[in-house]
Nanobody, 124 residues
Framework: QVQLVESGGGAVQAGGSLRLSCAAS????????MGWFRQAPGAEREFVAA????????YYDDSVKGRFTISRDYAKNTVFLQMTSLKPEDTAVYYC?????????????????WGQGTQVTVSS
């Protein structure tokens, strides 16, 4: 059973930065991918970024490209989301997700495990 524990959310003003962390435990495989999704009130969960665990290849939604950076600490099984130049429209609950395949997907339904979510609020 994979468990994901997120941290690092909070409230910032527009233009500010936050760094989210997601620590994974219970891993028994060495080839997988991890992603970040977000969900605003009344909206569907949407893809933000993903990273392939082996080669660190990264993928981003166009709305965050150039502002957000996904990275991972291989030894600590932890994935990070560095968010800069935050905008009010980035306000959402951010979820970390785990997928058994080392292949890119922006479909939430293709991820196998999810964290509990962390709130990010950006004020104007």
């Amino acid at each position: 059973q994979v468990q994901l524990v997120e941290s690092g959310g909070g409230a910032v003003q527009a233009g500010g930065s936050l760094r989210l962390s997601c620590a994974a435990s219970g891993l028994t495989v060495s080839s997988y991918s991890m992603g970040w999704f977000r969900q605003a009130p009344g909206a569907e969960r949407e893809f933000v970024a993903a990273i392939m665990w082996r080669d660190r290849e990264q993928y981003y939604d166009d709305s965050v490209k150039g502002r957000f950076t996904i990275s991972r600490d291989y030894a600590k099984n932890t994935v990070f989301l560095q968010m800069t130049s935050l905008k009010p429209e980035d306000t959402a609950v951010y979820y970390c997700a785990f997928r058994f395949l080392n292949e890119f997907s922006d479909n939430p339904g293709s991820y196998n495990y999810w964290g509990q979510g962390t709130q990010v609020t950006v004020s104007s």
